[in-house]
């Protein structure tokens, strides 16, 4: 039986998929490097680009986070493409160092696209470079002030990845809209990381501490 035919919708993720891998791989970035950095399997992304596979959701919000576009716009719908990163990550991973943001504040989302990011940088090397590579949307935070119990000290710089570790021992959750560092003192218990002050009701983790890049003397 002949394949039904595609929707509007389909073709529009797909051309736009397609628009978007034709301007990386105009700035030298491989159909296998957008795979690798969007965790999406090579096969799979192929099928996505022939219309295969729906584009879907998912899809867009992983290469949307990978490549800074708005994953709406993959979808079809409103936005655009203008924040994509022309393969500036890839090239810093052939390297032996990393560039990444700084932020005075724990942030969530795709860190060079943030209205918060002051443009900022600040570059890892060497062995934190490597677990860069293995993060995801990482960054680099500069702790504000001294913690309560001598781990950290103000000035020291943190790098964090937006992925859940519930081991790590120092976390950032979600808090009415607004993002910090906690510890987790319970089951469902988090405390704020200077203040040590409980965060009552909602409290979602969004990533945490993966070391100190750059302690403060």
């Not at 934190?128 to 504000?144: E, N």
């Amino acid at each position: 039986m002949p394949r039904s035919p595609r929707s509007e919708k389909s073709q529009i993720r797909c051309q736009r998929l397609n628009k978007m891998l034709e301007d990386l791989g105009a700035q030298g970035v491989t159909q296998s490097d957008v795979a690798r950095r969007s965790q999406i399997p090579a096969q799979y992304l192929t099928d996505l680009k022939k219309g295969n596979r729906p584009v879907t959701e998912l899809c867009a919000r992983r290469l949307g986070d990978a490549f800074g576009v708005e994953h709406r716009w993959l979808l079809g719908e409103v936005g655009t493409m203008d924040g994509l990163r022309l393969g500036q990550e890839v090239a810093e991973e052939s390297s032996g160092s990393v560039w990444l943001p700084v932020f005075p504040h724990p942030v969530q989302g795709p860190p060079r696209s943030l209205a918060k990011w002051d443009g900022s940088s600040v570059e890892v090397c060497g062995a934190a470079a490597a677990r860069v590579r293995a993060a995801t949307q990482p960054y680099v935070l500069r702790f504000g002030r001294d913690d309560r119990r001598g781990r950290l000290q103000h000035d020291d710089l943190l790098l964090i990845s937006q992925s859940i570790e519930k081991s790590a021992e120092f976390q950032v959750v979600r808090h009415n809209r607004t993002c910090f560092l906690a510890r987790q003192v319970a089951e469902g218990v988090w405390q704020r990381l200077v203040e040590e002050k409980p965060l009552a009701g909602p409290v979602e983790a969004v990533g945490h501490v993966m070391g100190i890049v750059w302690a403060a003397l």
